[in-house]
């Protein structure tokens, strides 16, 4: 008898799923065949609501024929074309579009696959910068506790979720982090940005002088820190990160995987707090989704600083195969075509009110121990079942999907984006049937 798995079609074995419950889902699968714009169909037929834009991805909402076409036309026009050396129009015409809503000075793209090589393009950047201006002692890195920038190992080694840190080694060296912002005791049920903990940056600064500013080359923070459970910034704390780091020549890096396209009701999360960061680094919203792809957008100061040296040369010896593939960068492009079209952005921004209203009336509910939101983005913290953490959210994850319902959770936290082209009617739904799970002993 061969030892090997059996390949039928509906074996599930062969796929070992990413941040799943491997176990635990092929005993119960959980299959979308179909989706669109609010609903994904399941494999047993019935139509659940997206309350979590797929993975924070899908802002436009499902299936959206703009989007879908550019696919079809561009795959029978040009599939591929190299991308070192060689380049196509698209990629052009996305950058452009990019820089056109990106905040005054990242004027600069580079193409990326996901958000996870965004983060490490990024932080290698950061570190040629600095070599490049002669400055090539600055080699440090600083990230911040639960942050969540991908899963290769520069984001790792950044990143502050101990579960994605601790199998894999030493990971990159001459990191430090910043603590988390996350003040339960005195900020729980704020509203939007949080009273207290603005004065957390100037953990910065203690960090400086214990390394010596010269030594460190960029401070990376998502601006609202998403997969760890939605922890908004507190009031002034990005403003002085970015105080901090322009006074000691450090660049300061706002991951906005998620935050990025439309989340906060303007295009980046940088616009909407007023902070411009060095480096920006995109991904999910910019193809919807749908599409592999990734953006990371520097400062005029930081790509100019490479441009020196004899013309035939590289000046940067980073990129992807798939950098700013053909069929990617269409299905960008007409993403940012529907965002603008349609208004989406500002569409989230005069939802944004409904929304923290719906979650917010979850308050009393039992169990339910923080409730925070920023933009369309919100989150419920449920206090743990003793000795078994994170049961009571996975339990309400899986009767929502019961229930024709998609959330996300993450520990003992549920966290909620719903696609820009939610009505009232669909946030009001979430809300109720959350509601009803809350209430059933989870
Ligand atoms: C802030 C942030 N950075 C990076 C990533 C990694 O993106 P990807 O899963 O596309 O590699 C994510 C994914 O959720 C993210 O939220």
Redesign the pocket.
Known sequence: MSNRLNTTPNDLRAFWMPFTANRQFKKEPRLFVGAKDMHYTTHDGRQVLDATAG??CVNAGHCRPKITEAIREQAGELDYAPAFQLGHPKAFELANRLVNIAPDGLNHVLYTN??????DTALKVALAYHRVKGDGSRFRLIGRERG????NFG?ISVGGIVANRKMFGTLLTGVDHMPHTHQPGKNAFTRGEPEHGGDLASELERIVTLHDASTIAAVIV?PVA??TGVLIPPKGYLQKLRDICTKHGILLIF?E??TGFGRMGTPFAAQYYGVTPDIM?T??GLTNGVIPM?AVLVSSEIHDAFMSGPEHMIEFFHGYTYSGNPIAAAAGLATLETYKEEGLFDRARDMAPYWEDGLHSLKDLPNVIDIRNIGTIGAIELDPIAGEPTKRAFSAFLKAYENGLLIRTTGDIIAMSPPLIAEKHHIDEIFGKLREILKSNI
């Open positions: 993975l924070w996901s958000g996870s090589e965004s983060v969540y920038h991908g899963v984001g998502e998403g997969s991951d995987v998620i680094t991904a999910k990734g």
